[in-house]
């Protein structure tokens, strides 16, 4: 089977994404991860699928899939790449739409300058909703080897764990963040951020994701950085969180409100592959 498909990023965390509107995507978890694989296949950080919506509010659905073949509830990065590609294609105008993800409807905002903005939901603390297999702290404590660790935990509609650190170039991404990644307590697994507060506006962030590793940028974890951060009062309202793949403007009022992420949606190239 032959697979049409368009190679996109986002400051550098990078997609494969499929029109499936059409025909459902007729790949499994293995398949995934062949194509995902950056000597023998194609190589990405996620594959999105865009699908018919389920949701009459919603103009189309995407699915996401992990470099490993595993599924995945969110991905900030990636929606602003699925609603360029739609608007490319004439299937979105300009201004705001809602496109359905797997874990419910995201708004999204096309912008003339290139960028779009998405309205990231409200992020959510308590425990279970991560989840987080701990009661209820901020930090959380757990020991890991011979380190003991704190961290913040939100859940984007994908959970995350967030470590502050005096210097993101020395972040253990390979070894602290794979380890708590998997840990036991995070049932669903976790993204792992190490974020360094340069001020109040401006934070930078390394974050190692679940199923994909270490990437060069992350909107959920971005976004669970700020709304962490911010509740321990130590960022304001609008932030630029710079990664190593460039910078996103995150932007949350607090309690009860969304978060929003604006930032580019890059092509690189098309294709096809056989699988």
Known sequence: M????????????????VDCRAQPLALDAAQIAKIGDRHSG????????????????CAFAYGIWNADGSRAGQ???????LAAWLR????????????????????VELLDSGDVRVNMGVPRFAPADVPLELPVADPYRLTMGAADIEFGAASMGNPHAVIEVADVTQAPLETLGA??????????????????????ARLRLR??????????ACGSGACAALAILR???KLDTAVAVELPGGTLRIQWEGEGAPVWMQGPAQFVFEGEIQV
């Open 2 to 17: 032959k697979l049409r498909f368009t190679k996109m990023h986002g400051i550098g965390n990078d997609f494969v994404v």
């Open 42 to 57: 194609i190589g990405f950080d996620q594959l999105l699928s865009i699908e018919p919506a389920h949701d009459p509010s």
């Open 75 to 81: 991905c900030g990065n990636g929606v602003r790449c």
């Open 88 to 107: 490319r294609d004439g299937a979105l105008g300009a201004g705001m739409a809602r496109l359905q993800s797997p874990t419910g409807p995201v708004a």
């Open 179 to 200: 380890a708590l990644s998997s840990n036991p307590h995070f049932p669903q697994g976790c993204n792992v951020g190490f974020a360094q507060i340069a001020d109040r």
């Open 207 to 216: 974050v190692w994701e679940r199923g994909a590793g270490a990437t060069l």
């Open 231 to 233: 509740r321990r009062g």
